[in-house]
């Protein structure tokens, strides 16, 4: 896209060596009108776009100087850059003030102007790219969707679309998924594969979501795809890309992000990165020869001892990774088979409490060391020797309840109390919700509220030093939480005295 150019100078020769030398200096310059007074070029301000203006200081009818503050007084998108015959301390001072991009005297110095168009036009362009990136935030939020300005070259213009899935389900009491992002790079590793002038990443309205929009005319392939999800390493959750094909006008940006998190939703892969086609039908697979082996290992568990039962779970979980199943398939068969296991052994506690357990678990782990990990706890927990009492529950949750009062402006997870008190997180999470009717992060969040809520109403710190000292490094992750849980931000929390 060209950068378009307004030169406002009085002299005829001076105008057209002006004209010439910048659109000669630099080849994404176009000079789309050369002007000889101030008025004239304020009528055409306000009929065209205009990115950057070369005006002079000396100009008939509306000085240069009146013509600067018109600009700065409409709050025009333009840049601009002052010319004068000789330095004047009040023009360069008319200049600073109006917001010009630099003063140049005349005649021009080629070099000098070469340098200035390179300092502009990267301005210019990350600008661009801060708005367009804002248009495409609002198109899925669902703002303006008819009303998104885009650039001059870009009238009607259609996208490609990625979304981008960590995880199976958002948990943000338990990760810093904006921290995550951050080591993945999406940016860095889809340039790879795409020009980063040709794509644009934005956030997604779930905190585990991010979408790239890519030109309809630099859309990768499917093997490329497939290249880009491998470069992005990260063990502790799966990554799940959905592509929709097919050219998706601004104004329809809002339904097809829907669409591709329904489509997300219902096809994540079960521990694996996947890249899936968008397809209205989706797709099927049958699933019954998978069940009939998974009852015939119910069958064989029946004379088994704990260990045995364990190593069960092991052969269940291979057998659904030998191929691709998504993940509310591996999860409805996983519930079957401790289920099912109830029928041929007795258990210490009731199915509907362990279903909750297996749901954590699936939700939270995204290995098969983790899983094997957290079910052979849980297995013995319901089919072995019952170590624990519900009296020795109370009193672990009870301890976990004073270390989180203790600990919470650190960085607690679970997998640290896991650490501290010898227990899988997926267990130490049951007994503290038995006890206290909410997970531990959800706990831990509740006490950060409150606390923040107390340092906001005494007014001394700053927003960000009340982040950091409730547990949040980052400021903006702490006001996002904070909102969810008491609907209003920490800035309005503040100002309103609540």
Same mark, same amino acid.
């Given at each position: ?248 006008? =601004?104004?329809? +940006? ?5 669409? #591709?998190? !329904?489509?997300?939703?219902? /096809?994540?892969? $079960? ?59 591996? =999860?409805?068969? +996983? ?5 099912? #296991?109830? !029928?041929?052994?007795?258990? /210490?506690?009731? $199915? ?59 960085? =607690? ?18 007994? $503290? ?66």
């Amino acid at each position: 896209m060209k950068i378009r150019v307004l030169v406002v100078e009085d002299e005829p020769p001076i105008q057209r060596s002006i004209c010439q030398k910048i659109e000669e200096s630099n080849e994404n310059y176009i000079v789309v009108a050369a002007i000889d007074n101030g008025k004239d070029a304020i009528q055409y301000l306000k009929e065209y776009p205009v990115d950057v203006m070369f005006v002079d200081m000396n100009l008939p009818i509306v000085s240069g100087k009146e013509l600067l503050k018109f600009c700065y007084s409409e709050k025009l998108p333009v840049l601009p850059v002052v010319l004068s015959g000789y330095t004047d301390f009040e023009y360069v001072k008319c200049a600073v003030a109006n917001h010009a991009v630099d003063y140049l005297l005349k005649p021009l110095n080629s070099q000098e102007l070469k340098l200035i168009l390179q300092k502009i036009e990267i301005r210019i362009r990350e600008q661009q790219q801060e708005e367009k990136i804002q248009n495409l935030t609002d198109a899925i939020k669902g703002f303006n969707t008819l009303q998104t300005k885009e650039s001059n070259s870009e009238k009607n213009p259609s996208y490609s679309m990625l979304l981008i899935s960590l995880g199976a389900c958002p948990y943000e009491n338990e990760r810093n998924y904006r921290e995550i992002f951050e080591k993945l790079d999406l940016e860095g590793n889809f340039s790879q594969i795409v020009s980063e002038e040709n794509f644009w990443l934005v956030n997604g309205k779930n905190i585990n979501e991010k979408i790239i929009f890519v030109r309809r005319d630099q859309v990768p392939d499917i093997n490329h795809l497939n290249q880009f999800v491998r470069s992005l390493k990260f063990l502790g959750l799966t990554i799940t890309i959905v592509f929709y094909k097919d050219a998706v006008k =601004v104004s329809d +940006i809002f339904a097809t992000y829907h669409l #591709l998190q !329904k489509y997300a939703r219902k /096809h994540v892969i $079960f521990l694996k990165n996947s890249v899936l086609i968008y397809s209205p039908e989706g797709f099927k697979s049958d699933y019954t020869d998978l069940r009939r082996k998974i009852d015939c290992m119910i069958l064989q568990c029946k004379n088994m001892n704990i260990s045995d039962i364990t190593d069960s779970f092991a052969e269940l979980l291979k057998l659904l990774t030998v191929r691709p199943i998504t993940q509310k398939e591996a =999860v409805r068969n +996983i519930k079957y088979f401790v289920s099912e #296991l109830y !029928k041929v052994h007795n258990g /210490h506690r009731e $199915f509907f409490e362990v279903e909750e357990d297996i749901q954590f678990i699936l939700e939270n782990y995204y290995t098969k060391e983790e899983i094997l990990k957290e079910f052979d706890f849980l297995l013995k927990d319901i089919f072995g020797i019952e170590v624990y009492d519900s009296r020795d529950k109370k009193i672990i949750a009870l301890k976990m309840k004073n270390y989180l009062d203790e600990k919470f402006r650190s960085n =607690v997870t679970n997998q640290l109390l896991a650490a501290n008190f010898g227990f899988v997180p997926s267990y130490l999470v049951s007994i $503290f919700k038995i006890c206290y009717g909410l997970t531990p992060m959800d706990y831990l969040v509740n006490k950060r509220i409150d606390e923040a809520k107390v340092l906001l109403e005494d007014g001394s710190l700053k927003i960000k030093d009340i982040a950091r000292v409730v547990g949040y490094e980052d400021s903006l992750y702490f006001s996002k939480v904070f909102k969810k849980f008491t609907g209003v931000s920490p800035k309005e929390y503040k100002g309103d005295g609540v």
